[in-house]
């Protein structure tokens, strides 16, 4: 996994850069199949701002922008938002296969036993040939 920082209008420091990278490295935990991590600072006139990109297999971005006082807050609130994204979109796709598959099953299992009873029966061969 690769993790990009990058900013605009400021100069990020070697502890905000850690800070970062730590914290976006604990994302795999929620979604094992990330390439890539970009996070952007932007320090504006009255707030800073972060924005966090992930990058996933199969073409999938998940975005989060967060506007507080410090970067570190900024970071943080990025992290939780994204483990929230992640966690749905892996939900998602683990239950995909599966939904409704044994409601279809208990279904027919039900009706073909109701059929059956309602269905009157022959007691022996002899008796339907005559």
Excluded at 82 to 92: D, F, G, N
Aim: charged share 35%.
């Amino acid at each position: 996994m690769l993790v990009v920082i990058s900013s605009r209008h400021m100069d990020v420091s070697a502890s905000l850069k850690a800070y970062a990278e730590q914290k976006s490295s604990k994302l795999t935990r929620y979604y094992d199949r990330i390439q890539e991590i970009e996070v952007v600072f932007d320090n504006a006139k009255e707030a800073m701002r972060v924005e966090m990109i992930v990058s996933a297999e199969h073409r999938n971005m998940f975005i989060a922008h967060d506007s507080q006082e410090t970067a570190y807050a900024c970071i943080d609130g990025c992290i939780d938002k994204l483990e929230r994204q992640l966690s749905e979109h892996k939900k998602k796709f683990r239950n995909r296969k599966h939904s409704g598959g044994e409601d279809k099953h208990e279904m027919r299992g039900g009706s073909a036993s109701i059929l059956a009873a309602t269905k009157p029966r022959a007691s022996s061969k002899k008796s339907r040939r005559k």
